[in-house]
């Protein structure tokens, strides 16, 4: 099933890392902001996650929730991506990627590999975790995963849709919570 804005989402219902079986129709009612991340070691999905954490008065404010689908062990991902991070949203595991193919997510090819934008982003990003003497996040399984930023309006439908295409495209915050604002409406 491809998901695209004007279209009903597709189902997504997973397990926690507790077990817990939670869905997408939890949060009908209600905006809601659905970020699937890449590989436990990408630097861009950690600094996504931030960025989403920093901005969690205003997504509070809009009355959205926010749900994050990853698909590696939450202990690999606890050690590399999420270390020191308290995150205070949802995380589902989708550990065999049936829900991010049924949200028209892929992986990684070739091109994705030669865009220039890919390795200035990783110089910035790599320079940025330097100075802040981070260290790299290593290797993970499922390395070739792209992720992607969906809002799905209080009734189910989507309004934003952002399937990556490189590791380091992801939609903008102002773009995410503009998106949000539209859909709490």
């Not at 997504?59 to 020191?84: Q, S, Y």
């Not at 380091?168 to 995410?176: G, Y």
């Amino acid at each position: 099933m491809d998901a695209d804005a004007g279209g009903s989402a597709p189902p997504l219902e997973l397990a926690t890392a507790a077990g817990e079986r939670r869905s997408l129709q939890e949060f009908l009612g209600r905006p809601v902001l659905i970020s699937f991340l890449g590989p436990a070691h990408c630097l861009f999905c950690r600094a996504h996650v931030i960025r989403v954490i920093h901005a969690r008065t205003e997504i509070e404010r809009l009355g959205a929730g926010v749900i994050f689908v990853a698909h590696n062990d939450p202990e690999l991902l606890t050690a590399k991506m999420l270390h020191d991070l308290e995150l205070p949203y949802t995380l589902l595991l989708d550990p065999t990627r049936t829900a991010y193919a049924r949200w028209g997510l892929g992986e990684a090819g070739v091109r994705s590999w030669l865009s220039l934008g890919l390795y200035w982003a990783a110089l910035t990003t790599t320079l940025n975790v330097w100075l802040k003497k981070e260290s790299s996040l290593g290797n993970a399984p499922g390395r070739t995963q792209l992720g992607g930023d969906f809002v799905v309006d209080r009734t189910g439908k989507l309004v934003f849709v952002n399937r990556l295409k490189s590791f380091h495209d992801r939609a903008k915050i102002s773009d995410l919570l503009g998106a949000l604002q539209g859909a709490a409406t």
